[in-house]
């Protein structure tokens, strides 16, 4: 199973940006990032396809959020401009190995999950 790693969390004031980043160990087809705040379950936030030509985002990102992969280095980028109090949670990565007709945003289309990196957006 393909091992994922988050990075780029942390502390910002509303308003900023941060980067996440999400490295694979091999190659994987889907991935997505999800989020899930203290008390709230965990939610999609965007989702992208294996060359990069479709992306999927959930309406309270779109226009801030920006998903990007580099299949070379195996790793997902997520680029969070605007950022609100309310996008504070914890970021989990999340990678599809195998191609299925589940929608992107469906957390059961996903077989690797990351350890997650805790985003914090102070008003």
């Known amino acids: 199973q393909v091992q994922l790693v988050e990075s780029g969390g942390g502390l910002v004031q509303a308003g900023g940006s941060l980067r996440l980043s999400c490295a694979a160990s091999?190659?994987?087809?889907?991935m997505g990032w999800f989020r899930q705040a203290p008390g709230k379950e965990r939610e999609f936030v965007v989702a992208?396809?294996?060359?990069?030509?479709?992306?999927y985002y959930a309406d309270s990102v779109k226009g801030r959020f920006t998903i990007s992969r580099d299949n070379a280095k195996n790793t997902v980028y997520l680029q969070m401009n605007s950022l609100k109090p309310e996008d504070t949670a914890v970021y989990y990565c999340?990678?599809?190995?195998?191609?299925?007709?589940?929608?992107?945003?469906?957390?059961?289309?996903?077989?690797?999950w990351g350890q997650g990196t805790q985003v914090t957006v102070s008003s």
């Open positions: 999340a990678a599809d190995q195998t191609p299925d007709i589940l929608a992107p945003a469906n957390a059961r289309k996903y077989d690797s």
């Open positions: 091999g190659r994987t087809y889907d």
């Open positions: 992208i396809s294996w060359s990069g030509g479709r992306t």
